[in-house]
């Protein structure tokens, strides 16, 4: 598709500056797969990305938690939630389930989801995978769009590189 594209992130500041380009660009009603080895820069674009969104504290990873819920108050339109799950502990399905984990994929949010083929038999399909690759300098990112939103999403994320 013609939205995809890759970019190269030199450092940890450039992930935190995607990240705020990719919080000019979402919308609620939108489900993201990051994928990436240990330490490839997931967590730090979810750090850049609710930066970029105003939220003003602590982000931390959810390894142990599963899922960090975030209330975004919104510059335009209604506010949403933001869910950041991080499935790499992940083993169960019935977990899921019990935990009530589907119910936060809706209309009103926004949820990334590292580690995803730990559970890609319950998940939502993705709107939008972004992949990290672990280059001798820096990071590669690869960004895919895979539904109409998603689609919408990225044709925005690139013109906000473009004019950054």
């Excluded at 594209?5 to 660009?25: I, P, Q, R, W, Y």
């Amino acid at each position: 598709m013609g939205e995809d594209f890759t970019l190269d992130l030199a450092d940890e500041a450039a992930t935190l500056n995607f990240g705020g380009s990719l919080a000019k660009a979402i919308l609620p009603d939108l489900t993201i797969y990051l994928h990436g080895d240990l330490g490839a820069g997931k967590t730090t674009l979810v750090r850049g990305l609710l930066h970029g969104l105003g939220f003003v504290g602590k982000v931390k990873s959810p390894t142990y938690t599963l899922i960090e819920p975030y209330e975004i108050a919104a510059n335009q339109g209604e506010p949403f939630n933001l869910y950041h799950f991080d499935l790499y502990r992940f083993n169960d399905e019935e977990e899921w389930e019990a935990a009530g984990f589907r119910d936060y994929f809706n209309a009103d949010s926004v949820c990334l989801i590292e580690w995803p083929e730990k559970a890609v038999h319950i998940l939502p399909k993705p709107d939008i995978d972004i992949r990290f690759d672990i280059k001798r300098s820096g990071r590669a990112v690869a960004v895919f769009a895979h539904s109409l939103r998603g689609r919408q999403c990225v044709q925005k994320i690139k013109k906000q590189i473009e004019l950054s």
